[in-house]
């Protein structure tokens, strides 16, 4: 496909892994902003929210925070979908030997 317009619904699929680390966490990025794992991530936050534990420490509260789960994972055959932005075309640039978009 050509270059999206802004605003287009845009499905986009991992054709091959990323050689680099930076391109992983870009791709990983990317993978946020589809719907269904943006919804993962707000329970994620929620439930780690309600699971806060705060106990007494030299008399002051400390917080013992939970670590985020890794939700998005990127390899090889999975697809997202993501609604495309004129801010987004750099990283998709990069990433273009990594991925097939597609019109929805």
Not at 46 to 65: E, F, M, S, T, Y
Not at 70 to 92: C, E, H, L, W
């Amino acid at each position: 496909m050509s270059q999206p317009k802004p605003g287009q619904t845009v499905k986009c699929t991992i054709i091959a892994d990323p050689i680099t680390p930076d391109r992983t966490q870009t791709m990983a990025r990317l993978m946020r902003l589809d719907p269904t794992h943006k919804r993962a991530l707000r329970k994620a936050q929620r439930v780690r929210k309600q699971r806060l534990w705060v106990h007494n420490r030299g008399n002051r509260d400390w917080v013992a925070r939970e670590v985020c789960a890794r939700i998005v994972r990127p390899a090889k055959g999975q697809s997202f979908t993501m609604v495309y932005s004129a801010n987004f075309a750099a990283d998709v640039a990069g990433l273009k030997d990594f991925l097939k978009i597609e019109a929805v």
